[in-house]
């Protein structure tokens, strides 16, 4: 692994997303050269799913021998991002490093991704990298060797990386293409690049993301805190990259990379926005362990409501097979704690899934509370006992509607 210097000590670091993953990295190896560390990021109280807060995180800093100033940070709040600044100013005296790490990513189609997961990867993206940028620079261009990180890739215009995720790759080339804007904008006055990584690195979100066995194709988030602490070395003029964390240390004499390995000698997984298309790392994980959530055009699990998991599960096991023994388009109108309307589509193709009206009108429309729902899938309430109870309410081909139980028995087979 890349030695610390001491290079950053005094330095103060402004990092989003610090307490967890990469930015807690980033934020540790800076602290081991004695750096103060601005935690700028949401989790005040635990969360049931995801692992720290930014008071533990700050805590583990200061053991390391930095720092810390853990601020409640909203990245696409300008009053909090500009509490957080000030505050920072305040205590260390100044802002030398903005590491825009934060963001937000929700893996479906067009007609798949609600508009607030919309506004929600561009708030958080793009609109939270530039934001914090913009009230960063008033003090980064006061100090003697100042840098901005994005977390972002380099810019990929092959339409692979498009077609299943527009939404977010659009957020995420907003951070790169603020890299691109802000590199020249500010050239040899701040520092602007661009780190990624080459390969898959093990985080909450690509545990969720691959699945289980996913870990494996994984290295630890140290390789992009050594990059991240070897491109802060370098001068001023160094701007306007988009640099590979392997690459990065190469040039700093790293050779050997199964250090930085979960399972030192194991096939690694490509990132995203690569050489790699997104249909050969699905096979990939397959091939060596992972059971991805998504395939091609799927989402990440997410942890909105009992009913958005629901659904995300039954995208992953989605079948040629299932869509031929069902045929039909079904519209579930649910009511309750998590209201809403979404549809599956198992007419054409391996099938889809979405949220609001379906794209062709529906052969069955069945209304329920979400609860209801969330235990139909579960398998705790067969359909025929809930409409014959009172609790679920069909409209169309009752025949297809009977289909619901066969499609939920081969979904339970494929391992739903």
């Not at 810019?155 to 790759?169: D, G, M, Q, R, V």
């Not at 409501?305 to 023994?325: H, Y």
């Not at 609790?391 to 066969?406: N, Q, T, V």
Request: hydrophobic fraction near 45%; glycine fraction near 10%; proline fraction near 6%.
């Amino acid at each position: 692994m890349l030695p610390n210097t001491g290079k950053l000590a005094g330095r103060t670091l402004f990092i989003t997303g610090a307490s967890r993953g990469i930015g807690k990295a980033i934020a540790l190896k800076a602290a081991r050269d004695g750096a103060n560390v601005v935690v700028a990021a949401k989790t005040a109280e635990p969360h049931p799913k995801l692992p720290g807060t930014i008071y533990t995180a700050a805590q583990e800093i200061e053991e390391a021998g930095g720092h810390a100033l853990p601020c409640i940070v909203d990245v696409r709040d300008e009053l909090q991002v500009g509490k957080a600044v000030e505050q920072a100013v305040n205590k260390f005296g100044g802002i030398d490093v903005l590491v825009n790490n934060a963001s937000a990513i929700n893996l479906t189609g067009t007609l798949e991704t609600p508009m607030k997961k919309v506004d929600l990867m561009l708030g958080i993206n793009l609109r939270g990298t530039y934001l914090t940028s913009k009230l960063c620079l008033p003090h980064l261009l006061k100090s003697k060797n100042p840098h901005i990180i994005n977390l972002a890739p380099p810019l990929n215009l092959n339409p692979i990386w498009f077609k299943n995720h527009t939404a977010y790759t659009m957020a995420k080339y907003g951070m790169s293409m603020c890299v691109l804007g802000m590199a020249e904008e500010f050239r040899g006055q701040v520092a602007v690049n661009a780190l990624w990584p080459k390969t898959a690195i093990q985080t909450a979100a690509m545990d969720m993301l691959g699945g289980a066995g996913i870990d494996k194709q994984c290295r630890k988030v140290d390789i992009m805190a050594d990059a991240a602490y070897a491109i802060l070395g370098r001068p001023v003029d160094f701007s306007g990259h988009f640099l590979l964390d392997q690459e990065v240390l190469n040039e700093e004499g790293i050779r050997d990379f199964d250090i930085y390995a979960v399972a030192p000698g194991h096939p690694l997984l490509p990132d995203f926005f690569l050489d790699e298309e997104p249909e050969g790392m699905v096979k990939q994980m397959e091939q060596h362990g992972g059971t991805p959530a998504f395939k091609s055009s799927a989402a990440m699990p997410s942890s909105g409501s009992p009913v958005e998991d629901t659904f995300n599960v039954i995208r992953g096991v989605l079948s040629t097979e299932i869509v031929k023994a069902t045929q039909g388009v079904y519209k579930f109108q649910l009511s309750g704690e998590h209201e809403g309307i979404w549809f599956i589509d198992l007419k054409s193709g391996s099938g889809g899934i979405g949220a609001g009206e379906p794209p062709v009108t529906p052969d069955v429309t069945m209304s329920m509370d979400s609860a209801d729902f969330s235990k139909m899938f579960a398998g705790e309430l067969k359909p025929t006992m809930a409409f014959m109870s009172g609790k679920l309410r069909i409209k169309g081909d009752m025949a297809l509607a009977i289909k619901l139980e066969k499609m939920m028995a081969l979904m339970k087979k494929s391992k739903l």
